[in-house]
């Protein structure tokens, strides 16, 4: 079996895993971290997005192998240990969720788009939020705790 | 999914080498088609070689009158590069409107190529801009390269290293998108040249052709409404629950026209 070393959420990992191994079968069931969720597990719904190397993927369309030296972080790893962080803040505040299933992908995918792009626009919003589909909220509370997000971090 | 022997070679002679001791092997650039159709059992490949580790392969090279891609490169490497937005943007807009954010962060124009799905978007630039496609063993002229749907003149364990974009004048591409995956309905890619006007369409047809008739109309006049009238007949077109042949004819013509507009910087679909 392939040997795989990489980190997640800033923690070392050695693994002998079964090239076959998804991405988030490895994060979900070896290592327990159950934020990224599995929806469509057809690359389609965007719940199981984590960040390698600080890019958002789709942890169900990536083998673990091919994380073999990377950096992974997951929704378990972004907030500050008193609370939430700045974008979880704002879609709390703007009831950016119901259902919650969604979330982690969400913010994986908001908080690098709000690190490349400090001040994006609503269109910019929605165009970086297409590969995350929400059932509950129509999306329109999320974008607006995008905006909000941005300028909180932007201070 | 079956598991496979897994293969991570650092030359392109060395994955060809691994390519050959399979049985039934594949080679994975980024994944986002093949790992999907595995999953799904559709291929069941007995050992997978990784193109990731080969030095080289994710460079982009801009040059005066050529825009140079390494196949491993990254959708959203060249939606993001400066150097391709300054002298081709068409090409750039096109990678950023592949997909979605998560896949345009793994796929690479290579595998897209080499897999050839009728709804894909590169194919419709490589063939409106006439680039060359580099393999490990030739070099194939994109008129040459698209064979018909997931079908491309690709051999056996031939890997596509580079593609060769010619500058052009104008060139822009408008797509009509699946709302759920982002593939294309219907998309045109349309050049400007001095060598004249060439159109590609993607995701209408079984594999991406050209459209003569509009290309005259364009070559004697530049606009939109030179295109007034034209019509793509819909015999031979794609026909599926997303659209029907009629429906993907009449958008080629929309489409069209708003590729044109954005060639002319007058704006277009995004």
Redesign the interface.
């Known amino acids: 079996m392939p040997k795989i070393t990489l980190t997640v959420n800033s923690e070392p990992v050695t693994r002998d895993v079964e090239a076959r191994t998804l991405l988030v079968e490895l994060i979900r069931e070896d290592l327990g971290l159950t934020g990224a969720h599995i929806g469509c597990d057809t690359s389609q719904c965007g719940a199981c997005v984590v960040q390698v190397d600080g890019a958002p993927v789709k942890s169900c369309s990536m083998l673990a192998v091919q994380a073999d030296g990377t950096d992974v972080l997951t929704i378990e790893g972004v907030s500050p240990e008193d609370g939430l962080n700045p974008l979880q803040q704002a879609l709390h505040e703007h009831h950016g969720l119901q259902c919650g299933f969604c979330t982690p992908g969400m913010v994986m995918t908001a908080s690098a788009l709000l690190r490349d792009n400090p001040d994006p626009t609503e269109q910019e919003i929605r165009h970086g939020l297409e590969g995350n589909i929400c059932r509950c909220t129509g999306y329109q509370n999320i974008v607006e705790a995008v905006l909000a997000a941005a300028k909180t971090i932007r201070g | 999914?079956?598991?496979?022997?897994?293969h991570?070679p650092t030359s392109l002679d060395a994955a060809v080498d691994a390519f050959e001791s399979l049985e039934d092997g594949i080679f994975?650039a980024g994944?986002?088609t093949i790992?999907?159709v595995?999953?799904f059992g559709l291929a069941q490949p007995s050992g997978?070689v990784?193109l990731?580790a080969i030095g080289g392969l994710a460079k982009i090279d801009v040059s005066g009158t050529t825009v140079s891609i390494g196949a491993m490169t990254t959708h959203?490497a060249v939606a993001a590069s400066k150097d391709v937005r300054r002298v081709l943007p068409g090409l750039a807009d096109l990678a950023g409107l592949i997909?979605?954010?998560?896949?345009r962060?793994?796929g690479t124009i290579g595998g897209s190529l080499a897999n050839n799905d009728p709804a894909a978007d590169y194919p419709a630039a490589v063939l409106a801009l006439g680039a060359m496609v580099i393999t490990n063993k030739r070099q194939i002229s994109a008129e040459d390269f698209f064979v018909d749907m997931f079908e491309t003149a690709l051999d056996d364990g031939e890997i596509i290293s580079r593609v060769d974009f010619p500058v052009a004048t104008q060139a822009a591409y408008a797509k009509f998108a699946n709302p759920?995956?982002?593939y294309a309905v219907a998309g045109v890619f349309v050049v400007k040249s001095g060598e004249g006007v060439r159109i590609a369409i993607t995701g209408a047809g079984p594999s991406v052709f050209r459209a003569q008739d509009m290309e005259a109309a364009l070559g004697k006049d530049f606009s939109a409404a030179a295109l007034e009238g034209i019509t793509i007949p819909a015999d031979g077109l794609n026909a599926d629950m997303h659209a029907s042949a009629e429906y993907r004819a009449h958008l080629i013509g929309i489409m069209a026209k708003r590729a044109v507009e954005a060639a002319n910087g007058n704006g277009g679909e995004?």
């Open positions: 999914m079956q598991d496979f022997s897994y991570k994975l994944g986002q790992l999907p595995m999953k997978v990784d990731s959203a997909g979605d954010p998560q896949v962060n793994r759920a995956s982002r995004k």
